[in-house]
């Protein structure tokens, strides 16, 4: 039975149902909770074996469906009926997964790169979030075995890398699931949380997060302080992992025993050999075992140091990797004060050492199990959530800028890359052309100083704005972002009181290849960007002073001598020729000398107003 509590401070009544905490990983998925007595994160599995799913889905003929371990056997018999790694389809479209669609053994749907992915069992087409719901319902279901109560609400987590259209699919699935989703956290974060680190807000926490599953690795390096868990960098390889370990082992032993081209089964076990092989290394120093193929026996020896030469290709991967996101970080190694391991694979001992050897002296936390961590830490946050850990709230951070096109096509960040959400900022903006009724609103995302190099998100026209000079109007455009990603924006002539908002609906079909790669060309591209910006800036200052400098002699001419005029005509004109140079110094140049010389003037008039104008930033048109 749920129980029924008050909550005093806000009179509203708080229903005690559980809210779990749940994996939805690649390969496996995982439901836990806060256990009542002990206080501790566990992991839960009700009548299953084990508390790991398998996120394996088998479409039986009869409509029936398999999840889970029991649908393994299917990968083999019945391939075009199984589905695996659909996470890697989540808010996908067929164009961002089509050069690694042979990775998939069943159907893909082809027609509209545009469109988000489906996937064809039979005459069926199932979306992402359906399939990902089918592994939630099951976790759901096993929770609510072993809690003996219903399950309504959860926490999700999903890859610090994951866009807005992939969190949203989530939360989308788990809403098909049945459960209300409270809350999508970042990885990292739970697997931070499953080890207390950020439970004391008073502390300040580098941590790197390394997790190397059987298909996926990233790195992660977060700041945590007052319940904000901020991603700094992150950096990995969607298509690495354990399963890399698996091939480099079966390589090693084809050449080393002359074993010829296997086919069919044959492949089967001797992958499953080597994974074999790789995981009695974890615990102990030499694994040997006679295995027949193609009607052969072959005894098959794998020492701890050929394990470690074989993976030695893969590792070098995730060090560039690991390195590459504490650059990026802008913190010093001896700023870094725990390093978090993740994901089955960094079960093999050299696997730790070589992650310690990439943050040397920095205490690694791996005492708990590392395919349940991140599961754990969900649960520890849903926890939070539930209200049972007093004044703890822990922010998400959005993964990508924020921002509008301003004159010139400049992106204007509005909420910078990593702020916390529910967040609202808002920014004035003025018109740049004399009686401007209408301003266009263009909202972007990304990190290049070009919004042409951004993700364009929504647009939209300020109408009916009433006719007033250049500068004059006052518009506020606000940046409203909720909880769970989703932008909306609202622009208000503040003179006038004309308003106009839109909300930005999540945008499917960027993938996280493409977001790791924004990022990384933000990077990459710093320079030119900056210096593009800064001449685009000085154009567009130059084109403003121009044109109000002419307007203001035309108004103005009766009281300012003809010497004055034909100055400021030349001045005017030498400004606009030092447009063409295309060199930013040049222009500034002569931005200041006429600045210089029609100043007096503008103070002599005392019309501020326009020598305000100068100043204003504008909104094309
Ligand atoms: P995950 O995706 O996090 O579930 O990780 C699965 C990967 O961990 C697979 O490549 C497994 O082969 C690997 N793995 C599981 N157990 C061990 C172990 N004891 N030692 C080494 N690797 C393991």
Redesign the pocket.
């Known amino acids: 039975m749920a129980k029924i509590s008050i909550n005093i401070n806000s009179g509203s009544i708080q229903k005690e149902d559980p809210i779990v905490g749940i994996d939805l ?4 998925s995982l439901v836990a909770i806060i256990d009542k007595d002990s206080k501790k994160a566990k992991a839960l599995k009700g009548k299953g074996q084990s508390v ?1 799913v398998p996120s394996l889905l088998h479409f039986g003929t009869n409509e029936e469906i398999i999840v889970g371990q029991s649908a393994r056997s299917f990968l083999m018999d019945a391939p075009e009926r199984t589905v695996y790694s659909v996470k890697r389809l989540m808010g996908k479209s067929f164009g961002d997964i089509h050069e690694h669609a042979s990775y998939f053994s069943y159907k893909i749907i082809d027609q509209d790169a545009e469109e988000l992915v489906k996937i064809r069992i039979g005459n069926k087409f199932y979306s992402p979030i359906e399939l990902s719901s089918f592994i939630l319902k099951e976790l759901k279901y096993r929770a609510e075995q072993e809690l003996g109560t219903e399950v309504k609400r959860a926490v999700i987590t999903v890859p610090a890398y994951f866009n807005d259209a992939q969190r949203q699919a989530t939360r989308d699935a788990g809403k098909l699931a049945g459960l209300e989703v409270l809350r999508i956290v970042n990885e990292p974060t739970a697997a931070s949380l499953a080890y207390g680190i950020g439970l004391d807000k008073e502390e300040l926490k580098h941590v790197a997060v390394y997790d190397l ?3 996926t690795f990233d790195v992660s390096i977060l700041r945590i302080t007052q319940g904000i868990f901020e991603v700094l960098s992150t950096h990995g390889d969607t298509y690495l ?3 890399d ?2 091939r480099a082992i079966y390589q090693y032993w084809s050449e080393k025993y002359s074993i010829p081209e296997l086919e069919g089964a044959d492949i089967q076990s001797l992958r499953l050999s080597a ?1 074999e092989a ?2 009695a290394l ?2 102990s120093e030499h694994f040997t075992k006679t295995l027949q193929l193609g009607g052969k026996d072959y005894s098959l020896e794998l020492s701890k140091d050929a394990l470690k030469a074989c993976i030695s290709p893969v590792l070098e991967r995730t060090k560039a990797a690991c390195l590459l996101a504490l650059k990026e970080s802008g913190i010093a190694l001896d700023e870094l004060d725990e390093v978090v391991l993740v ?3 960094t ?2 001992p050299a696997v730790k050492e070589a992650v310690q050897s990439y943050f040397p002296n920095v205490h690694i936390n791996d005492s708990l199990n ?2 349940e961590v991140v599961a754990l830490g969900a649960a520890v946050e849903a926890d939070i959530l539930a209200g049972n850990r007093k004044d703890l709230l822990l922010l998400d951070v959005t993964p990508l800028s924020l921002g509008i096109e301003t004159l010139g096509g400049l992106m204007d960040v509005i909420i910078p890359r990593n702020s916390k959400v529910p967040a609202k900022v808002g920014k004035s903006y003025t018109t740049s052309v004399d009686g401007q009724v209408n301003l266009k609103v263009s909202v972007y995302q990304g990190e290049r100083e070009l919004v042409a190099e951004n993700r364009k998100l929504a647009e939209f026209i300020l109408k009916g704005i009433p006719a007033m000079p250049a500068g004059f109007p006052k518009i506020l455009v606000n940046f409203i972002l909720n909880a769970d990603g989703i932008l909306k924006v609202e622009a208000m002539e503040e003179r006038s009181g004309v308003k106009q908002d839109i909300e930005v609906k999540p945008q499917y079909g960027l993938s996280d290849a493409e977001v790791e790669e924004m990022l990384l060309a933000s990077i990459t591209h710093a320079e030119a960007d900056v210096k593009t910006r800064m001449l685009l800036e000085a154009k567009n200052e130059a084109n403003q002073l121009i044109y109000l400098t002419e307007r203001f002699l035309e108004k103005n001419e009766s009281m300012l001598t003809d010497d004055e005029l034909q100055q400021s005509s030349l001045l005017v004109n030498d400004l606009r020729n030092s447009l063409e140079s295309n060199d930013k110094d040049i222009i500034l140049g002569h931005i200041d000398e006429l600045n210089e010389y029609t100043r007096p003037f503008a103070e002599r008039l005392m019309d501020i107003s326009i020598s305000k104008a100068l100043k204003g930033k504008s909104l094309e048109t």
């Open positions: 990983g690649t390969t496996n790991i599953g059987g298909g992992g354990g399963d370990f698996d994974e790789k995981k974890s615990s994901g089955g694979s079960r093999t590392p395919d």
